[in-house]
């Protein structure tokens, strides 16, 4: 890649640009900010753009940090990664489910201090969810992805009706906060609006765009174009949740409210525990800045960040980064010796919030090669086979080393963690939904009935329990304490004692 986007680099096109527009005092404003980098070719259609156009335009390019990205080009990518001496990296201290007594009655005291947390309404709730499902062939933002076993239920309306039960449990209207991207940041609302904000009030939710950073060409370093008016630019990562909780007003808006713990996750996980008062009590009582639930690695190479100390602190790494020897490394026990496998969902302390995004521009940026589709010289739009962009993100658990207390709490797989990724395959909607399936099983059986399975142990039927029915198993026994068996396919949509089971349960 040329690295070095100089004036003498001009474009032909560039030039003749330049000189058909010299009377335009924007066009003029906008080419000597580009000049010194060699990206004056994003004018080439200037003569050809209406006012609304140009407009557009012009604020993309006065947003960009121009500096920032010609250093990012120069750098070399090592400078770009998380980069350990791996000598000197250890396993982190692992707070594991509980298999004794005594460990138990701690849990039973953490759970607590949980729900008095959510109770004083000292929480609040935030899902990142700036993705597309275009991996998934949706047409729409991630969240309204149907997932459902039975009705369908979108992403969105999941968590959204976890968020719902949990408020009525404690009687506080919990606030959730809302991460979306400009990509799909009207869509997202007007999705919410359709659906009355799935029993919410809409003061409980807000929602907030994250920033941008812009594609160029992995071999050329020229910004790519969307349009002959917009540059391709790409959600800058999860780490710009951190810039936007500052720049929207959100952590003055959290300390009025006497919030005083972050919860966070992402949208593609449907199992994820919103609100765990077990996890917030783990949090709380630990006196921990940051939490972070971890899953045990399936394979070697499962793309799961990992969890690590380094010289006395704690870092997360991408599996991209980590060198093939330590994926495949292995204690004497035979497990894999770096096994704490990131998913997303962390506790904040807001203190800890506050100091950390007003240093947030010492985040480093992580680079990626995409594909990114773009228009060409000739205007024509462009969708690649093969990866032709670099792009950068900043990461949210880049924050972990500037904290004094972590804990890493692991967690069972199947109760918590199935993402949403690809069409088919690992992480596929099938995976998911039987996942699903197989959580709410299990809450069944725990309950006393029996669920039909086949003879490798796999649930023969779908089911689907509304979070308004069920947060867990807990929730669940008393309602079905009754029945017996499950030979059918078994939908809860409504607790028991509101409103009867619907024609789909099949019970005895």
Request: glycine share 6%.
């Amino acid at each position: 890649m040329n690295n070095n986007l100089q004036p003498s680099g001009h474009d032909p096109t560039d030039v003749a640009a330049a000189n058909a527009n010299t009377t335009d005092p924007l066009y003029q404003r906008l080419w000597q900010r580009l000049a010194p980098f060699g990206q004056t070719h994003v004018l080439r259609w200037w003569h050809e753009l209406n006012t609304d156009q140009r407009v557009e335009l012009a604020a993309q390019i006065e947003a960009l940090d121009l500096d920032t990205l010609q250093r990012l080009l120069q750098e070399p990518i090592e400078a770009q990664r998380t980069t350990l001496d791996w000598n000197q990296v250890c396993c982190p201290r692992v707070l594991r489910p509980a298999s004794t007594l005594e460990e138990w009655q701690r849990q039973r005291r953490a759970f607590a201090v949980g729900e008095d947390a959510l109770r004083s309404g000292r929480v609040a709730l935030c899902l990142v969810a700036g993705g597309q499902g275009s991996r998934l062939g949706h047409d729409g933002p991630k969240g309204t992805f149907p997932i459902g076993p039975i009705t369908q239920r979108s992403l969105f309306q999941l968590h959204a009706q976890k968020i719902l039960a949990l408020s009525r449990r404690y009687q506080v209207p919990l606030r959730w906060y809302i991460m979306t991207s400009p990509d799909n940041d009207a869509a997202t609302r007007e999705f919410f609006i359709q659906h009355n904000y799935f029993g919410l009030s809409a003061d409980q939710v807000k929602f907030f765009v994250q920033g941008t950073m812009p594609a160029v060409d992995k071999d050329t370093g020229k910004l790519l174009m969307r349009t002959k008016w917009q540059l391709a630019l790409c959600p800058d990562g999860h780490g710009g949740f951190l810039t936007a909780l500052r720049t929207e007003g959100i952590l003055d808006e959290l300390q009025q409210l006497g919030v005083q713990w972050l919860f966070y996750f992402q949208v593609d996980n449907p199992l994820v525990k919103v609100g765990d008062p077990l996890f917030l009590g783990q949090h709380i009582t630990s006196g921990a800045e940051i939490s972070l639930k971890v899953v045990r690695r399936r394979h070697a190479y499962e793309p799961l960040g990992q969890v690590v100390c380094y010289q006395g602190s704690h870092y997360l790494v991408e599996y991209t980064e980590i060198p093939p020897e330590w994926q495949e490394r292995r204690d004497s026990s035979g497990n894999f010796l770096l096994n704490a496998g990131n998913i997303a969902v962390h506790i904040f302390d807001l203190a800890f919030l506050q100091r950390a995004t007003e240093h947030v521009r010492a985040l480093p940026y992580h680079r990626a090669i995409k594909k990114v589709p773009f228009i060409d010289s000739d205007g024509e739009y462009r969708d690649p086979y093969e990866a032709n962009a670099l792009k950068w993100e900043r990461f949210v658990f880049d924050v972990l080393p500037w904290a004094q207390r972590v804990l890493v709490v692991e967690i069972e797989r199947a109760e918590e963690f199935e993402p949403l990724k690809n069409a088919s395959g690992e992480h596929s909607p099938e995976t998911v939904r039987a996942a699903l399936c197989e959580l709410y099983a299990r809450w069944l059986e725990q309950a006393g009935l029996r669920v039909p399975r086949d003879s490798s142990g796999r649930v023969t039927v779908a089911i689907e329990i509304s979070p308004l029915v069920a947060l867990d198993a807990a929730d669940l026994r008393d309602q079905v304490e009754h029945l017996h068996e499950l030979h059918g396919p078994l939908l809860l949509e409504e607790p028991l004692n509101e409103s009867p089971a619907t024609s789909s349960d099949s019970l005895s």
